[in-house]
Structure formats: C-alpha cells, structure tokens
C-alpha cells in the first residue's frame, strides 16, 4: 500500500496552498467526501479496499439562514476518478493554490418549495496568487435535492 493510504492527517493548506504530493495524491483517490464541520472544512480522500483516508483541512463557508456554529455539511464523490467536473478541477489545480468549499443551503425555487423539497449546492474554489496578480476558480461540484432530513448535503444539527 502506497504510503498516502495510510489515513493520516495530511497538513492544513488553508493558509500555505497546496502541495504538488497532495495533488498527485488527489488525482489516484478512488473516494473524496467533503465536509464541514465548523470551525473549518475538510476534504478525506484514499483509495483501495480498505478504504483509508487522508485529510486535508480546508476553508470552508455555508451561505444558509441557519448558518452558525451548529451547521454541518458532508457530500461524497463515489467514483471522483469519472467526474468531470472533478478531473477539471484536479486538471487546473497547481502547487500554492489554495482551495476551499463554499455550501449553498436552500438554494431552491417555487417547484422545489412546493414539493417540500430542499436544494443545496457545494463548490470548490481555488484561490490562485501569483505576484500581485490573482485569479478565483469556481467549480459546481455537486447538487441534493430533496426533503428536509438527514439526507441532506446541509442540516443544522440539533445537539452537538
């Protein structure tokens, strides 16, 4: 087993960016979940039958009317390595850049609201410096549809 499976804490590139070994380490994931769970965001990604994870501490940010310290979020990519929107991210990604998670809860309109339904959206973004210079790429990750309850990608969490 390649040392990256072994589930450790990978380092926290909130602040430094990315490293070139964590992108590599990203494009042979076979399982990426995204999480958050205040104070900040996490992205856990590993491959092989045993499915060990690694973490990466990221920025992350929900745009909800309940957002605040009892807010959670969780979305998983089963098979990240035939997502496209995946591979391009990974594609475009490059060593300092930083990458964070932004939540959109309740991003729904009249059909969804009449059918009780929720929408709620994750993007990953990728704060690029270069110089003086710098660049925001945006990427809709995923989108869940459906009734207020723990299936949803964003739930206020009653007990803590």
Not at 59 to 81: H, M, N, Q, R
Request: aromatic share 12%; proline share 4%; with cysteine.
């Amino acid at each position: 087993m390649p040392d990256w499976q072994i589930g450790t804490y990978v380092a926290d590139y909130v602040s430094t960016g990315i490293t070139r070994t964590v992108i590599n380490q990203l494009k042979r994931a076979e399982l990426v979940c995204f999480r958050h769970t205040p104070p900040a965001g996490t992205i856990e990604f590993g491959s092989g039958a045993s499915a060990f994870l690694q973490t990466l501490t990221v920025g992350s940010t929900i745009k909800s009317f309940y957002d605040g310290p009892k807010t959670f979020a969780f979305e998983g990519l089963t098979v990240p390595l035939h997502d496209e929107v995946w591979q391009t991210f990974l594609s475009l990604l490059r060593p300092s850049d930083r990458v964070s998670l932004y939540w959109k809860a309740s991003n729904s309109n009249g059909y969804t609201k009449d059918a009780g339904l929720y929408r709620d959206e994750l993007y990953i973004i990728v704060d690029r410096h270069r110089g003086a210079k710098g660049v925001t790429l945006r990427f809709f990750l995923s989108v869940s549809i459906c009734p207020d309850n723990t299936a949803r990608m964003i739930r206020k969490v009653s007990a803590w």
